[in-house]
């Protein structure tokens, strides 16, 4: 059983800064991609960052710059470093592992962490 567990979220000032961290536990194949969403009230889940195996990375338009996502793989932890935060950084973030197995894909997702950024 896959667990992903998210941890670090709370309430900054907008310029303020954060640092994510997701622990995942059980098994699970090396050929995978890790990655951080967010989710806003009314507003869809988005991608905000990912890294893969090779530790490649990609980010969304609006944190670039500003946010830094990074793994270690012996721990089996990925962080989301995020730099002067504003308001519209507010959301509830979930940590997301997307693996391939046999040819099988599967998704995991953590329960999510809530960041608040006032002005």
């Known amino acids: 059983q896959v667990q992903l567990v998210e941890s670090g979220g709370g309430l900054v000032r907008a310029g303020g800064s954060l640092r994510l961290s997701c622990a995942m536990s059980g098994s699970f194949s090396s050929d995978n991609l890790m990655a951080w969403y967010r989710q806003a009230p009314g507003k869809q889940r988005e991608a905000v960052a990912a890294?893969?195996?090779?530790?490649?990375?990609n980010y969304m338009n609006s944190v670039k710059g500003r946010f830094t996502i990074s793994r270690d793989n012996a721990k089996n932890t990925i962080y989301l470093e995020m730099n002067s935060l504003k308001p519209d950084d507010t959301a509830v973030y979930y940590c997301?592992?997307?693996?391939?197995?046999?040819?099988?894909?599967?998704?995991?997702w953590g329960q999510g962490t809530q960041v608040t950024v006032s002005s």
């Open positions: 890294i893969d195996k090779g530790d490649n990375t």
């Open positions: 997301n592992l997307d693996v391939v197995f046999g040819g099988v894909r599967s998704q995991y």
